[in-house]
């Protein structure tokens, strides 16, 4: 079973699915001669062509060629789908933390997991590349029938707004479906935030499937309210957070919470008692993310006190909040952050920390090319508005000349009144913003988190923020 013609091998069935780029319809011929026997097609034309040109291949006619996909790989696959137990995470921010968060819970009871999502997929204890966030269906349904065979009983996945749209996850049984924050992403691929939102809440409608079971949706954020109503074909409701919102305050609210470098803490309230928690996780968003997880958590039978004793042991995740270890008296942080909510966060998480100090915040970050414009200016005034000095650079320029994209973001960095330094090259520029910071200060290297490439127009190329940052680190100590 194969949706891209480059990846047919003698005997496969070819799925040909229309795409943005291209239309799948288009390759049928190419993998035809790499040996497909049999053609699943939503072009009546298509269908007919090969009925008449290529008698020994199989043909069928389909209404739509993503669904088909997805229903034909999980047959075929035996339906893996429905032997795990899936809890499924979207928003703009905050995915990967929780999945990976929610994970390490169900691990720390002694469950076998699938975790599918941007940093990377594990099969029980096997670890793979992720070439995407939310792979096809198909790719999904053999990590799912992997996974199923290693032990696995249940699943975390994160499906981005890309997937939803695009139906890569339709008629995956989602138990527990999670909501963290819609702030503006991804306008390139959605147009608007009504659209953007529209697909974030097909998982709590059910794409293909029976809505989920449990809807747990952070009641702090602005759209919130708009998946509670999403959701009204779940079986229930959690909502979580801090505040007192629309409707009233979060039934599994954070209570007297503390937050520290490297220490978070809070009483978890739910309608079934209280528990302190405690983690070495860092900053306000982190306890949103922890809510989020410990509430799916619950939802999958974990009791109170597991769910504190595991967040008690979780591993900070890759590229999130990562702190560079120096003898130099200053902090510096590697995150993921590429928008300019999470940008906004961040440095003023940064300055929470640094305020007793009196110290300053350095903030390196790009933009990502080929990706929505609309961000740059804003993730600019983002950057500038909470730190003393910028660094302005490349993140993934793609098919983008580097200084255009560069110069759109300045624009947003020029309304604010932080001095700012443009270093196209990423790893002179995380030496300048290294080099400028003296004791007490925090330099934020945001943007690239756990990526290991830079993607330029003439390719890709190996990139490591950690690495360059500690190599730096190693130069001037
Ligand atoms: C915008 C977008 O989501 N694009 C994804 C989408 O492409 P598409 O539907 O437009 O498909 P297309 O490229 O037009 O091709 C149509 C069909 O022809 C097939 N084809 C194409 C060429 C060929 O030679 N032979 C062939 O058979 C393709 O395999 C496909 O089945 O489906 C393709 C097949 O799965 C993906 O490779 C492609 O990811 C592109 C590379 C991408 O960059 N996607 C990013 C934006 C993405 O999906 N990101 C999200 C969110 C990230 C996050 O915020 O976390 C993610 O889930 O990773
Ligand atoms: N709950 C949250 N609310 C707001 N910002 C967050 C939250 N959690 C993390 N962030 C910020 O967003 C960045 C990305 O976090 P994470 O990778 O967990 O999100 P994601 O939704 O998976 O992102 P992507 O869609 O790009 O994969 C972090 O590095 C941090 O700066
Ligand atoms: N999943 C997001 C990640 C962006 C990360 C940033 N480094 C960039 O390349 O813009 C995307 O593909 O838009
Ligand atoms: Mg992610």
Redesign the pocket.
């Known amino acids: 079973m ?7 091998k003698s005997g496969h069935v ?11 319809n ?2 049928i011929e ?2 035809v001669a790499k040996g497909a026997t049999a053609v699943v097609t939503d072009s009546r034309e298509a269908y007919e062509k090969l009925r008449h040109e290529h008698v020994g291949v199989g043909a069928a006619l389909v209404e739509r ?2 669904r088909a ?1 997805a229903e034909v790989s999980a047959a075929v696959m035996g339906h893996p789908e429905r032997d795990l137990a899936l809890s499924a995470v979207t928003g ?1 921010n905050g ?2 933390t929780t999945a990976f968060l929610l994970e390490a819970m169900l691990r720390s009871v002694g469950r076998t997991c699938v975790l599918i ?2 940093i990377e997929t594990h099969v029980g204890d096997e670890v793979r590349v992720s ?6 269906s198909r ?1 999904v349904l053999e990590i799912f029938a992997d996974g199923v065979k290693a032990g696995a009983t249940e699943a975390v996945m ?6 939803l ?2 139906e ?1 996850v339709w008629g995956l049984p989602v138990d527990v479906a999670m909501f963290t924050n819609l702030t503006q ?2 306008l390139d ?1 959605h147009g608007t935030m009504e659209k953007y939102f529209a697909a974030k809440a097909r998982l709590f409608e059910g794409v293909g499937s029976t809505p989920p079971r449990i809807a747990v949706v952070n009641h702090d954020d602005e759209y919130g309210g708009l998946i509670e109503k999403a959701a009204i074909g779940c079986s229930e409701l959690w909502t979580y957070g801090f505040k007192k919102n629309y409707g009233g305050v979060p039934e599994f609210r954070a209570e007297n919470v503390t937050l520290q470098a490297g220490e978070t803490s809070f009483d978890w309230k739910t309608p079934m008692g209280t528990v302190e928690m405690r983690s070495s996780l860092t900053g306000r968003v982190n306890v949103y993310n922890l809510l989020a997880a410990s509430c799916a958590a619950l939802a999958r039978g974990l009791s109170l006190e597991q769910i504190a004793e595991a967040a008690g042991k979780l591993m900070p995740v890759p590229g999130r909040f990562e702190t560079i270890a120096n003898q130099l008296g200053f902090t510096v942080v590697v995150d993921y952050a590429h928008t300019d909510d999470a940008l906004r966060n961040l440095i003023s998480l940064a300055r929470e920390l640094v305020a007793e100090r009196g110290a300053r915040v350095i903030t390196l970050f790009g933009c990502g090319g ?2 929505d414009k609309t961000k740059r200016p804003r993730m600019g005034r983002a950057a500038g508005e909470g730190s003393d000095l910028v660094v302005l650079t490349s993140d993934n320029p793609r098919s983008e000349d580097p200084m255009t994209i560069i110069n759109e973001a300045l624009v947003g960095v020029r309304e604010t009144t932080a001095r700012c330094i443009v270093e196209q090259d990423r790893a002179a520029a995380i030496e300048i913003a290294i080099r400028a910071a003296k004791v007490g200060d925090i330099v934020l290297i945001a943007g690239k988190g756990h990526e290991k490439v830079q993607i330029l127009r003439d390719g890709t190329v190996p990139f490591d923020d950690v690495a360059v940052a500690a190599e730096v680190l190693r130069e001037i100590a």
């Open positions: 194969e949706y891209d013609s480059r990846r047919v070819f799925v040909a699915m229309r795409g943005e780029a291209t239309d799948g288009r390759y190419a993998a060629g993503r996909l703009t995915k990967t999502g941007t070439p995407h966030t939310t792979p096809e790719d994160e499906m981005s707004s890309h997937a749209e695009q890569r992403d991804h691929y080929d990706r």
